[in-house]
């Protein structure tokens, strides 16, 4: 829709996309599914808003293949849900926040622009050798913010955690 405009797609069930780019670089695309989301890879220069289980509060799923977007914010609705992330998460030019869900799992690297926030998940499980990086800003993923356990479920490998700015997981 061109570089000043917005891209919403809005559905009351399943929001399924195969690989979304941008050629225009528009402002934002927003993404809100009444139950899940599966989004195949999405390598965009801007704002990258997925909201999953925007209808009833049930159980809902965000699968994600390979994220790459200016800024990118995941939102839940409640402990029932679970975020995947399969591939890399990329933020090119701001943060990375994700919120509301009962267990966020990353299969490969988080890397955040400025900082990866973390809150109200339940557990945020690191899969073997996935590490989370804010290269200008903090990496926050705490009780204080909502997230009861980080999982290194790996069975072997190395989880670096590393931020400019503060680390905290306590």
Known sequence: SGAAGTNIITASGEVNLAAVSDSGSPVELEINAGTDVTLTSVDID??????????????????????????????????DDTFNFDATVTSTTAGIDINQAGTVSFDADVIAATSLTITNAGEVDLAQD???????GDVIASTAGGVTLIDLSGAAGTNIITASGEVNLA
Do not use: E, K, P, Y
């Open 46 to 79: 801007n704002l990258l808003d997925i909201n999953v289980d925007t209808g009833v509060d049930d159980a809902a799923t965000l699968t994600a293949g390979t994220l790459s977007a200016g800024t990118i914010t995941a939102d839940g609705q409640g402990t």
């Open 130 to 136: 996935v590490d989370l990086t804010a290269q200008n």
